[in-house]
């Protein structure tokens, strides 16, 4: 009985002595975190200014611009053959329309300069919002935000949509900010109309993004079940159908179908031998990217391997309170559609947009999961 008195003892200041450890590691990282975060926003602001200011130097940012100088001049920007002036954009109304306001602006380095702060702040701005609906603490809240800009500024096919005037912000902002607001309305069974247009938004800034409307619904299915996704369903459709005819009203829809779909369409691939062959380096590029994310998350995975529900019915409680996944759902059902691009002459400024995704987004896993309970020229 009295070894027994012994070992309990022990267990019992074992115990208290993690708990102490514990303790006091949590109190030295709340008290760390505002440095740290400060610091390294410090350092994130001027990488992020000194990108801006080189923005101009990048002449591709002036030629993308001018369809939204196009479009405010009154110029088709959706021309047929043989009419003039040929502008030829390949991409949505939603683009252009996203840098009307640079076009106020006289000098052609302003607007250009302004562009890109749009730019930047139609990426990492949704993005803000997002992180806001994973990470219950301010100090979580910012510190993903930094992370994300740092993210930007490191990994090449984010750093490219982030900082250069092209589809590709407004498209991954309104697509991100559609995630955001589609979280919300499955986890208050509210309606999924505002998330549902931005999806559409995003879908006529840039075709790539088309996917997405797959990928929502089956978060809606997995956390709320049929009735919910079926909401989902009937929503993206009603807002489809609104924006698109909105836009076959105002650019009319023959022009919009060679300009979107034919001419796109009938881009050459690049390498040669087969479809299949070619695709092999475009895998390969894209695995280098995602990879080390993929390798991120399946870490982060098995240090909180004792979180996972062993229940089947118990992973829809898990996936509602780490909101993150519907991140990584979506870089999936993007991916394909990425390589596909890649794989096409032109296809070098979109090759990472759903890359880019995967990318970014994997900044909120630490922020969502202390939530839960338990170049090629155009």
């Known amino acids: 009985m009295h070894g027994r008195g012994v070992s309990s003892e022990s267990a019992r200041c074992a115990s208290a002595k ?27 602001a001027a990488c992020v200014a ?32 043989g009419s003039e002036p040929a502008v030829g954009c390949i991409y949505g109304p939603v683009f252009p329309v996203a840098y009307l306001p640079a076009t106020l602006l006289d000098s052609p380095t302003l607007a250009v300069l302004a562009a890109t702060l749009l730019a930047v702040g139609m990426s990492v701005g949704p993005a803000l919002a997002f992180l806001r609906s994973c990470a219950p603490a301010d100090r979580l809240r910012w510190l993903g935000f930094v992370a994300l800009v740092g993210t930007c500024l490191g990994a090449p096919p984010l750093r490219y949509s982030t900082f250069s005037v092209h ?4 498209a991954l902002g309104l697509l991100t900010g559609a995630a955001a607001l589609w979280l919300r309305a ?23 993004v088309a996917p997405a409307a797959l990928g929502l619904p089956l978060w809606s299915l997995l ?3 049929r009735r919910s996704a079926l909401r989902g369903c009937t929503a993206l459709s009603v807002a489809g159908l609104v924006v698109s005819a ?14 979107l779909i034919t001419l796109p369409g009938a881009t050459p691939w690049y390498g040669s031998g087969t479809r299949l062959q070619r695709l ?3 895998v390969r590029d894209y695995a280098i990217v995602v990879l080390p994310w993929l390798a991120a998350l399946v870490t982060f995975a098995a240090l909180h391997w004792r979180g996972l529900p062993a229940a089947p019915t118990a992973w829809r409680s898990w996936l509602q309170h780490h909101p993150w996944v519907l991140l990584a759902l979506l870089s999936a ?16 400024v979109t090759r990472g947009r759903p890359r880019c995704i995967s990318s970014s987004w994997p900044a909120s896993v630490p922020c969502s999961a202390r939530r839960a309970p338990t170049e090629t020229r155009q």
């Open 50 to 81: 000194a990108r801006v200011l080189l923005a101009p130097q990048w002449d591709w940012n002036a030629a993308r611009l001018m369809f939204a100088f196009a479009l405010a001049r009154g110029f088709d920007i959706y021309p047929t053959a």
């Open 280 to 282: 092999g380096p475009v």
């Open 167 to 170: 589809a590709d912000a407004p």
């Open 186 to 208: 499955a986890s208050r069974q509210s309606t999924y109309l505002p998330a549902a247009f931005l999806v559409a938004l995003a879908l006529w800034c840039k075709q790539i």
């Open 18 to 44: 993690r708990r102490l450890l514990a303790d006091t590691i949590d109190e030295a990282v709340r008290r760390l975190t505002p440095w740290v975060v400060a610091v390294a926003a410090s350092l994130v």
């Open 223 to 225: 956390v709320s079940g």
């Open 246 to 259: 909105i836009a076959i009203v105002v650019f009319g829809l023959p022009d919009l179908l060679f300009n």
């Open 333 to 348: 059902v993007l991916a394909p559609a990425s390589v596909l691009a890649k794989a096409r002459f032109g296809g070098g």
